[in-house]
């Protein structure tokens, strides 16, 4: 709660913010006023990538342990920024994941095989033009937003523990199970 954007976030909402309570780690809502909240709907953007999603992580973590009320009222949404850009001809794409990527790339070929494909990964929301950010990712009418679930927070809070917690035998389990899933590791 030291970090300097975490106490801007905090300031921006209005809230204040709850502590952990007990050794269950039960929340104290002592400091927190939902009827102060500014904003009807809070929208976590981060990067499509591996880094997007550990910042993703760590947000959702910080609501559930600190303000649960902003997910329980559901005021918290993620922004779905596209991760591949699609381009044949004149014709754009944009998909979110490896799988479309790969069903918009096939949809393509089947349409017009002559004309070349490009593919451009996004590393970033930095590397979209303004234009590009706005059409996929901030455009009300176009935009694709998840809401926040009590699941979803609490998921990420175990995901969270499990990786950066002092239990160890937690992370190499983890590890283990999920290891077998990695495609791409960016270390």
Request: charged share 30%.
């Amino acid at each position: 709660l030291s970090n300097n954007e975490v106490q801007a976030m905090i300031t921006a909402l209005g809230t204040g913010f709850g502590g952990e309570g007990g050794e269950n780690g039960e929340l104290s809502a002592a400091d927190f006023n939902l009827s102060k909240l500014r904003y009807h709907k809070i929208i976590i953007m981060t990067d499509a990538d591996v880094d997007g999603s550990h910042i993703r992580t760590l947000l959702l973590t910080f609501f559930f342990r600190r303000m649960p009320e902003i997910i329980y009222n559901g005021h918290l949404y993620m922004a779905m920024p596209p991760l591949y850009k699609i381009q044949q001809g004149k014709k754009i794409s944009y998909a979110y994941d490896d799988n479309e990527k790969e069903m918009v790339v096939g949809r393509m070929e089947k349409d017009n095989k002559s004309q070349k494909i490009n593919i451009q990964r996004y590393k970033g929301l930095g590397e979209m033009n303004p234009d590009q950010l706005w059409d996929t990712t901030m455009d009300p009418e176009k935009r694709t937003l998840q809401k926040v679930t009590v699941e979803d927070a609490a998921k990420a809070q175990e995901t969270f523990q499990d990786l950066m917690g002092h239990d160890v035998e937690s992370r190499r389990s983890f590890i283990e199970k999920n290891a077998k899933f990695v495609v791409n590791l960016d270390v």
